[in-house]
């Protein structure tokens, strides 16, 4: 099926682009209009330099005004072999599709809402049929049942023509449109970055990133340019101040270069304040009890430092280098890294 974009805005349209993919772009005076255009022959053929195949409106009250309209187009730089001309359906557009296309001049009869109109513009040789089926669902028509019907006829009598989908409003009408088995949709560029997105596909993907990341980083470079180490000479106020200063719940007590005498935390003055009353802000942290602290070295992966979190569930772990403390860890840097 082709994918076309649907827009006239310069920046999209050149974004859009970029994926590589794109069958070509239809546009609508409407859509220029509404972003300011006004020189349109101008904004036309800078989007036929940028795209592969542009469909773009000839305009015209009688067959030979629009046939006119589009030869003028193609008389001021256009490829006829690199675009389509779009023509509203009536008496006189059939009349002008039959025409340019005797002369291979490609067509998109469009602004279609019955199968009558999908018919005629077939029977003259239109190289597409474009109903809209989201402002036909705004008047509460069966849309899709009218696309269905398009594309049978098409199949059934064996016309050349491609049915396109258009007037594109959410990323449910791209479904419903692989599954009529239309030849073409041309889709908002708001709608068509929503169609490789899905919930599960973002966890999944975050997933193998971080399981990635957890086997082929080492600690040191998961570390923030700080290392939270306090003399043991301080208070446990002081050391509360120090703790805030480093942005980190708990704070390594030790003199640098020498191994660290523990690790102080804020669940540790909790606990503190518990049993011994607030008069403990004032002791010193050498009269502190320590537990071992939960160490890993630097040029450890990710990975055993995440064994270490799992394993004593706690939030921060000492890095250290030669035994020696070189930093913490936090849980949160293991995630974000």
């Known amino acids: 099926m082709e994918l076309y974009l649907d827009s006239a805005d310069l920046n999209e349209i050149k974004e859009s682009f970029k994926l590589g993919f794109l069958t070509g772009l239809t546009t609508t005076p409407t859509f220029m209009h509404r972003h300011g255009v006004t020189d349109v022959d101008a904004l036309i053929l800078e989007l036929a330099e940028i795209v592969p195949v542009l469909q773009v409106e000839a305009l015209g009250k009688t067959a030979e005004e629009i046939v006119t309209e589009a030869h003028r187009l193609i008389s001021i730089g256009l490829d006829p072999a690199k675009t389509v001309f779009k023509i509203p359906v009536s008496m006189e557009g059939v009349k002008a599709c039959k025409a340019l296309s005797d002369q291979n001049i490609k067509t998109n009869v469009h602004l279609v809402y019955t199968l009558q109109q999908a018919y005629m513009a ?12 989201g402002r036909l669902q705004d008047q509460g028509h069966d849309a899709l049942g009218l696309v269905e019907q398009c594309v049978e006829a098409v199949n059934y009598y064996g016309y050349d023509t491609k049915i396109m989908f258009s007037s594109v409003r959410y990323a449910e009408h791209i479904k ?19 169609l490789t997105e899905n919930n599960f596909t973002k966890v999944g993907t975050d997933q193998f990133f971080e399981h990635t990341r957890l086997m082929t980083v080492k600690v040191k470079d998961a570390l923030k340019d700080v290392n939270p180490i306090v003399a043991p000479n301080l208070t446990v106020s002081e050391a509360l101040v120090k703790m805030t200063e480093f942005g980190y719940g708990a704070i390594t007590v030790g003199d640098n270069g020498s191994a660290a005498l523990g690790v102080f935390t804020d669940g540790d003055l909790r ?12 002791k010193s942290l050498s009269e502190l009890t320590y537990k071992t602290p939960v160490s890993v070295e630097a040029d450890n992966l990710l990975i055993e430092a995440s064994n270490l979190f799992n394993q004593h569930e706690v939030d ?7 035994g020696k403390p070189v930093g913490m860890l936090d849980i949160q840097e293991l995630k974000s890294y």
């Open 122 to 133: 077939m029977q003259a040789g239109a190289t597409y049929v474009c109903p809209l089926v």
């Open 176 to 194: 419903n449109a692989l599954s009529l088995g239309v030849h073409t949709i041309t889709v908002p560029w708001k709608v068509m970055k929503q």
């Open 271 to 282: 606990r503190l304040i518990q049993s011994e009353g607030q008069g403990v802000i004032s």
């Open 316 to 322: 921060t772990i000492l890095v250290t280098e030669g």
